[in-house]
């Protein structure tokens, strides 16, 4: 299986990306023309510097690492469990009878059946908690860059990265410093408030 730490070296901000843009529609008599309009505002965010800098996934990061790793070595410890018992029925089967024998292997057949479906239920695990992450990015960094755009008459947001359409943007129309001390701000209000506190308990019961 493959290691389970990688699932926070895929997350990128992949939905981050344009949040609207706005046409105007010009009508003469029966025949209507859509046009950009000529004011239009557009700035980028860098998806690296956000990964980085952005408290709230570097917390997660931290949480799921973790997570992971006990994962991993409860993977490890069972099938290392599943391992010796095979080592254990191979070095007796000379001294077991046939009905003992059939026995030992049935039964080590239902051990390496539920070693597969837990197997199965960790791999489904952290590819659920992996989109968890990336919805839960989604929604904080959206929900951000709308209120700010209603405060700067942004249009369009992109993100900047090797794997995005944008091939050069300037430093002027870059506003990642300006994003992270926001959401950074965001985060740190949510972890201070009563109401988010109340709720993290409750969801831990």
């Known amino acids: 299986m493959k290691n389970l730490s990688l ?5 990128l901000l992949v939905a ?10 010009n009508k003469k008599g029966n025949a209507s023309a ?4 000529s004011n239009l505002k557009i700035a980028y ?20 690492e973790a997570k992971n790793k006990r994962l991993d070595q409860d ?6 469990s599943l391992q010796n018992d095979i080592n254990a029925y191979q070095r007796n089967v000379g001294n077991l009878t046939i ?13 390496q059946q539920n070693f597969r479906l837990y197997q199965q239920s960790v791999e489904q695990e952290v590819v659920n908690d992996q989109s968890k992450l990336q919805n839960e990015l989604y929604g904080k960094i959206t929900a951000f860059l709308k209120k700010y755009a209603e405060g700067s008459d942004l249009q369009v ?6 794997t995005s359409d944008v091939l050069f943007g300037g430093p002027g129309i ?21 109401v988010k506190a109340d709720t993290a308990k409750v969801s831990k019961k």
Do not use: H
Request: proline content about 2%; aromatic content about 12%; charged content about 30%.
């Open 7 to 11: 699932i926070l070296n895929g997350v």
């Open 16 to 25: 981050v990306g344009v949040l609207y843009f706005l046409f105007f529609s």
């Open 34 to 37: 859509i046009t950009a309009p």
């Open 45 to 64: 965010i860098k998806t690296d510097t956000i990964l980085k800098y952005y408290d709230f996934f570097k917390e997660m990061k931290i949480i799921y």
């Open 75 to 80: 993977m490890q410890n069972r099938a290392q």
């Open 99 to 111: 009905g003992q024998a059939k026995a030992v292997e049935e039964d080590l057949g239902k051990k």
């Open 157 to 162: 947001v992109m993100k900047y990265d090797q």
């Open 174 to 194: 870059d506003i990642s410093k300006d994003v992270i001390k926001g959401l950074n701000e965001e985060f740190k209000n949510e972890k201070s408030s009563p």
